[in-house]
T-cell receptor
Framework: EAGVTQFPSHSVIEKGQTVTLRCDPISGHDNLYWYRRVMGKEIKFLLHFVKESKQDESGMPNNRFLAERTGGTYSTLKVQPAELEDSGVYFC??????????????FGEGSRLTVL | EDQVTQSPEALRLQEGESSSLNCSYTVSGLRGLFWYRQDPGKGPEFLFTLYSAGEEKEKERLKATLTKKESFLHITAPKPEDSATYLCAVPLQTNSGYALNFGKGTSLLVTP
């Protein structure tokens, strides 16, 4: 069974440019999460989809970040325009039920974003 | 303020040298505490869920325990392949529900 896949694995962009990260969750997982780890900090929650709906986007830092989940399948996270402080590793995770109840999240390997 | 603190930040053990990692939390109304393992360049991998004080879970050389203020991940006779970063997380309330709040992790290195 395929795990959570993320693309690209690493992206290097200039400040002010746009980057789109993609996540393909495990097939059948309705719950999809985005997290971010900035250098030296803990992994932080960004948002949670249930199917195609945003269940909780309270962790999104600002309106430069836009997440979508087309048809309840894959998800994209767009950063436009990127700033230096956006650098970090962006993790996508999926789960069958709500992960906050069981902790059983399946993470992708992450997309490392470097903004110069 | 609700938070999760892990200690030590880094730990180096000789193969076979048992030790414990700590995760302390200040959360009112704990809904669960979760442990993950993260290898370099990978995402976290779920290990355990603990719900109530006194609960214990085991998997190979790892045993997780929970009290009212903290959780311990005990590693018995570790092997080099146990080297990884170990993360704990608890659900914290957001404006719209609950989300996992992670500690910074403990980086464990087990040498032969």
């Amino acid at each position: 069974e395929a795990g959570v896949t993320q693309f690209p694995s690493h992206s290097v962009i200039e400040k002010g440019q746009t980057v789109t990260l993609r996540c393909d969750p495990i097939s059948g997982h309705d719950n999809l999460y985005w997290y971010r780890r900035v250098m030296g900090k803990e992994i932080k929650f960004l948002l949670h989809f249930v199917k195609e709906s945003k269940q909780d986007e309270s962790g999104m830092p600002n309106n430069r970040f836009l997440a979508e989940r087309t048809g309840g399948t894959y998800s994209t996270l767009k950063v436009q325009p990127a700033e230096l402080e956006d650098s970090g590793v962006y993790f996508c995770a999926s789960s069958e039920g709500e992960a906050v109840n069981t902790g059983e999240l399946f993470f992708g390997e992450g997309s490392r974003l470097t903004v110069l | 303020e609700d938070q999760v603190t892990q200690s030590p930040e880094a730990l180096r053990l000789q193969e076979g040298e048992s030790s414990s990692l700590n995760c302390s939390y200040t959360v009112s109304g704990l809904r669960g505490l979760f442990w993950y393992r993260q290898d370099p360049g990978k995402g976290p991998e779920f290990l355990f869920t603990l719900y109530s004080a006194g609960e214990e879970k085991e998997k190979e050389r790892l045993k997780a325990t929970l009290t009212k203020k903290e959780s311990f991940l005990h590693i018995t006779a570790p092997k080099p392949e146990d080297s990884a970063t170990y993360l704990c997380a608890v659900p914290l309330q957001t404006n719209s529900g609950y989300a996992l709040n992670f500690g910074k992790g403990t980086s464990l290195l087990v040498t032969p």
